[in-house]
């Protein structure tokens, strides 16, 4: 059974922590995603990477940075949280140029 | 770069009724395009796709046809049934990388 696994399903933090948001998938997959979900906007890409060490920024890559050292584990950085970073944050992975791509549970991230 | 929009929601509907959400896309080339849905407290799961002009895509009774000259992917399902309630992503690639880029989504809220 193919798995992307976060790992939190809720997390509490206070303004300005660091935070990491951890992903792993198990398919050998080169490409992983995060993204933020928020009522009424939808999915946003936060950042995008396609291989180990690459990464290309996603449409608000403002406030998060990532780190990609393994195949298997991308991660998302909160550098000083804030309260307008609450949100669903997914994580997905798919292999090069292919037709699907497979989601986490998601993260509920609240910064208070 | 490629562009979704989708309809918005809510969409409220009875059980048994017609089903119709649409999307339309902007891209570079023929790209696949895909439907994911999202049920409650989950992550995405794909739906259905198509991978090139005409083609129609199915599963779970849900339909969508790439349709080139309107540059819509709509999808349909001619009786939807409570457990369809979830919210519906419109998803076409970009063609030159492996992004995912995902519309604003479909609530979709059936009754009984």
Known sequence: DVKVTQSSRYLVKRTGEKVFLECVQDMDHENMFWYRQDPGLGLRLIYFSYDVKMKEKGDIPEGYSVSREKKERFSLILESASTNQTSMYLCASSGHRSTEAFFGQGTRLTVV | ?112
Request: glycine share 8%; proline share 5%.
């Open chain 2, 1 to 112: 770069g490629n562009s979704v929009t989708q309809m918005e929601g809510p969409v409220t509907l009875s059980e048994e009724a017609f089903l119709t959400i649409n999307c339309t896309y902007t891209a570079t080339g023929y790209p696949s395009l895909f439907w994911y849905v999202q049920y409650p407290g989950e992550g995405l799961q794909l739906l259905l796709k198509a991978t090139k002009a005409d083609d129609k895509g199915s599963n779970k009774g849900f339909e969508a046809t790439y349709r080139k000259e309107t540059t819509s992917f709509h999808l349909e399902k001619g009786s939807v049934q409570v457990s369809d309630s979830a919210v519906y992503f419109c998803a076409p690639p970009s063609y030159n990388t492996d992004k995912l880029i995902f519309g604003t989504g479909t609530r979709l809220q059936v009754f009984p």
